[in-house]
């Protein structure tokens, strides 16, 4: 989409597959959730009021198969990686989607899609016996749309076995009940005991939630096919116009490779943000652009890092000298956020705009200083990384509770010092500006009164 304002005036619907809560989720995950949650606030910005859904896939092979391994009921693994997925949406400040529906709470929908695919001729039931059901490629014409390819050139659908196809392309929207699968990992259709197809959980989902036609569907790359090309196929064969706009963010790399658990190459979000200021994680995420893949390595990150702490020097430097602003948006970042959601020259302007506003400090031009910091300030709440924002200051837990204790001493003692200039004390507070400096405390006096931080 290269114009994010030609979207319906004043609302705009947005799907996203989320993960399947099979194991913690990596950086590479969670790139789209930042990509997501930048565009969500975009269209806000812009006025739109924007509804948010993203599913999450709690019944899959892998989800059986791991859980087997483990000696865990299916639901209860899936279930603690679904929190480990909430826990990476919130330290990365993501905001929470408008409702995130489960798999497993929608077979009604799933099993009512399937008798629509039947009926219409896009479906059937495998004649084994075995309780699968299909979606014929060959019945819609429009199969490979998406993904520009033509039926003849595709490999066969991996997420099933080829026993009772029509086509070895062919892909399931119902698999049977097996044998060595719990039986809680099934339910009871017209065709037998089973549980769905990946593909088709998103589109019953999607239609619940969002109606027959939305604006926006997303999703990593590699989606794109077969995962999307299934979804369009099933649901506009079944009479749904689904997705207006699709958009695709690239892949996290490491070592040149797509991340990836089962190439154990994947870093973890927990891990990842332990390492380094969860801030500069967003920030390390969101700067390219989402269509173009990310190298992972350390020193992106520490280049991310110290990227933001220059911004955020700034942003203190004409606190200090002018006080808030409030925030606005310059037209240039505008223009480059409107243009396919195009972070790289957004940012361009963030730095210029940085640069700018420390030649007026320099200068003590209090008025140009103030429109920058009013500009920074505005970016920066339209791409998350407000270090103002609550969800920055509640991250850590215990440590966020520290930090508060740590805030309300220090800010006391500046009190104390300021009572003792006061009364023309200045050994009393003289004594105690050296104790904080002494502590690795800066102490700065504004006009606004005494600001104190650590170092970065």
Partial sequence: ??????????????????????????????RKEVVFDVLRRWLRHLGYQVTVIANVTDIDDKILAKSAELGTP?????????????????ALGCLPPDYEPRATGHIPEMIELIKILIDRGHAYPAADGSGDVYFDVRSWPDYGRLS??????????????????KDPRDFALWKGHKPDEPETASWETPWGRGRPGWHLECSAMAGKYLGDEFDIHGGGIDLRFPHHENELAQSTAAGRPFARYWM?????????????KSLGNGALVKQVTEQY???????????????????????????????????????????????????????????AMNDDLGTPGALAVLYTTVREGNSAIEAGDREAAAARLAEVSGMLEVLGLSADDPVWRRQGGDDGALVSVVDGLISELLKQREDARARKDYAAADGIRDTLIKLGVEISDTPQGPKWRLPR
């Fill in 148 to 165: 520009r390819q033509k039926i003849d050139d595709m490999e066969p659908a991996e997420d099933s076995e080829p026993r009772g196809k």
């Fill in 277 to 335: 200021p969860p801030r500069a994680v967003r920030f390390y995420l969101l700067a390219p652009h989402y269509r173009s893949a990310i190298e992972y390595s350390d020193t992106s990150l520490a280049e991310a890092t110290a990227s933001l702490e220059r911004i955020d020097n700034f942003v203190d430097r004409a606190k200090d000298l002018v006080g808030t602003a409030e925030p606005v948006v310059p037209d240039a970042f505008a223009a």
């Fill in 248 to 260: 695709h963010n690239a892949w996290v790399t490491a070592a040149g490779e797509k991340m990836s």
């Fill in 1 to 30: 989409m290269r114009d994010l304002q030609t979207v319906v005036p004043g609302q705009v619907s947005i799907y996203h597959c989320g993960l399947t809560v099979q194991s913690s989720p990596h950086v590479g995950h969670i």
């Fill in 74 to 90: 299916w639901w209860a693994h899936a279930y603690t990686f679904e929190r480990e997925l909430h826990d990476a949406y919130a």
